[in-house]
């Protein structure tokens, strides 16, 4: 009985979604299922279109009736996990920047569960540059309509705004590391590597793992439909539908990054990654450098996930990973 109204229930929101303007409306809610992991994939973009509308027509089967079947099971909760964790603050001396080179204005455009968008975000809060935070709502794309580049992060400076986190981290550090000690210099070269590692390797295995089935898609999407900026309709749709489209969409991920076991190379990145620091506290010997960073903020929305647990659990990275919280302290956001 409660499966047939939940069923009911789910049809009536997925046909109210694709009440108006249907194919705009597909691209958006894509998008919005999709904006975790900047996943790009146009035949994932008409597969999603297309199991709407299979939906909206009462045709559950495949997708659909997975779809539909997303009502009858519990989301599962981060949220006493992340609040759980205690930082361990001081244990590892910060670089004081000079103050006179600390930005006086900077705004971050997010989705707070992009891991592009924390990478940013361990940066600013390593070397405690206040920053204020602007949630974007990944349907309307109203807060950066001002701006051409349609992606987050963008980060504001001081009037000035940069996009990519990569190359924003380049431009904030180019400005307020303007010295580099000589071990800095000569661990250059991995620092980079391991910095493009990150965009080019291990973005592509998180997608995947949190959405692997359905009660890791629910429990990610839990988190992103709460965290993020969405008007309350939305929220269920974010939640159920998304939490739907990414559990297929990461199988195609999977194929396309030649991924099995999305586990299995989940822990292999992060075995990799201690590997490469070679038995050093980081990456860049007693301090993180921007390798670390960019680690750190990538794994930092998935580490109280069912699948950043297993991580922890199965490999070896946990220790590095608590030296990163220690290190990079409490986050430095103020209010907007
Ligand atoms: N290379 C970019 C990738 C940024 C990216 O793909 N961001 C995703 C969010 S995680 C995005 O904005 N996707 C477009 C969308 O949501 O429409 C970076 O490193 O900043």
């Given at each position: 009985?409660?499966?047939?109204?939940?069923?009911?229930?789910?049809?009536?929101?997925?046909?109210?979604?694709?009440?108006?303007?249907?194919?705009?409306?597909?691209?958006?809610?894509?998008?919005?299922?999709?904006?975790y992991?900047?996943?790009?994939?146009?035949?994932?973009?008409?597969?999603?279109?297309?199991?709407?509308?299979?939906?909206?027509?009462?045709?559950?089967?495949?997708a659909a009736?997975?779809?539909?079947?997303?009502?009858?099971?519990?989301?599962?909760?981060?949220?006493?996990?992340?609040?759980?964790?205690?930082?361990?603050?001081g244990?590892?001396?910060?670089?004081l920047?000079?103050?006179?080179?600390?930005?006086?204005?900077?705004?971050?455009?997010?989705?707070?569960?992009?891991?592009?968008?924390?990478?940013?975000?361990?940066?600013?809060?390593?070397?405690?540059?206040?920053?204020?935070?602007?949630?974007?709502?990944?349907?309307?794309?109203?807060?950066?309509?001002?701006?051409?580049?349609?992606?987050?992060?963008?980060?504001?400076?001081?009037?000035?705004?940069?996009?990519?986190?990569?190359?924003?981290?380049?431009?904030?550090?180019?400005?307020?590391?303007?010295?580099?000690?000589?071990?800095?210099l000569?661990?250059?070269?991995?620092?980079?590597?391991?910095?493009?590692?990150?965009?080019?390797?291990?973005?592509?295995?998180?997608?995947?793992?949190?959405?692997?089935?359905?009660?890791?898609?629910?429990?990610?999407?839990?988190?992103?439909?709460?965290?993020?900026?969405?008007?309350?309709?939305e929220?269920?749709?974010?939640?159920?539908?998304?939490?739907?489209?990414?559990?297929?969409?990461?199988?195609k991920?999977?194929?396309?990054?030649n991924?099995?076991?999305?586990?299995?190379?989940?822990?292999?990145?992060?075995?990799?990654?201690?590997?490469?620091?070679?038995?050093?506290?980081?990456?860049?010997?007693?301090?993180?450098?921007?390798?670390?960073?960019?680690?750190?903020?990538?794994?930092?929305?998935?580490?109280?996930?069912?699948?950043?647990?297993?991580?922890?659990?199965?490999?070896?990275?946990?220790?590095?990973?608590?030296?990163?919280?220690?290190?990079?302290?409490?986050?430095?956001?103020?209010?907007?």
């Amino acid at each position: 009985m409660r499966r047939a109204s939940t069923l009911a229930a789910s049809s009536a929101l997925s046909r109210a979604l694709l009440a108006s303007s249907e194919q705009q409306q597909y691209n958006r809610l894509f998008q919005a299922a999709s904006f975790y992991g900047g996943i790009n994939v146009g035949s994932s973009r008409r597969w999603f279109s297309t199991s709407m509308r299979s939906i909206s027509q009462g045709g559950y089967s495949g997708a659909a009736k997975f779809f539909l079947s997303l009502g009858g099971l519990a989301a599962a909760s981060i949220a006493a996990g992340a609040s759980s964790f205690l930082v361990e603050e001081g244990a590892y001396a910060k670089e004081l920047l000079k103050p006179d080179l600390i930005p006086k204005d900077v705004v971050l455009y997010q989705y707070e569960a992009c891991p592009f968008c924390n990478k940013v975000k361990a940066f600013l809060d390593y070397y405690d540059i206040p920053y204020k935070v602007v949630e974007v709502n990944p349907f309307s794309k109203k807060e950066i309509k001002w701006s051409d580049y349609k992606k987050v992060p963008i980060l504001m400076v001081d009037g000035e705004s940069l996009v990519d986190s990569s190359a924003i981290i380049d431009q904030m550090g180019n400005r307020i590391i303007p010295v580099k000690s000589s071990s800095a210099l000569s661990n250059d070269d991995e620092e980079k590597k391991w910095r493009r590692w990150v965009d080019d390797h291990l973005v592509h295995m998180l997608s995947p793992n949190i959405y692997r089935n359905t009660s890791e898609a629910l429990e990610s999407f839990d988190y992103i439909a709460n965290n993020g900026n969405f008007s309350l309709s939305e929220k269920y749709a974010v939640k159920y539908a998304g939490a739907a489209a990414m559990y297929f969409v990461s199988k195609k991920l999977k194929k396309k990054y030649n991924i099995t076991d999305e586990r299995a190379a989940l822990y292999e990145a992060a075995e990799t990654w201690v590997n490469a620091l070679d038995g050093r506290e980081f990456l860049g010997g007693l301090k993180p450098n921007l390798g670390d960073l960019a680690v750190f903020g990538v794994l930092r929305p998935i580490r109280y996930l069912r699948s950043g647990k297993d991580m922890v659990e199965h490999t070896r990275i946990g220790e590095w990973y608590s030296r990163m919280e220690s290190a990079v302290g409490e986050s430095s956001r103020i209010k907007a």
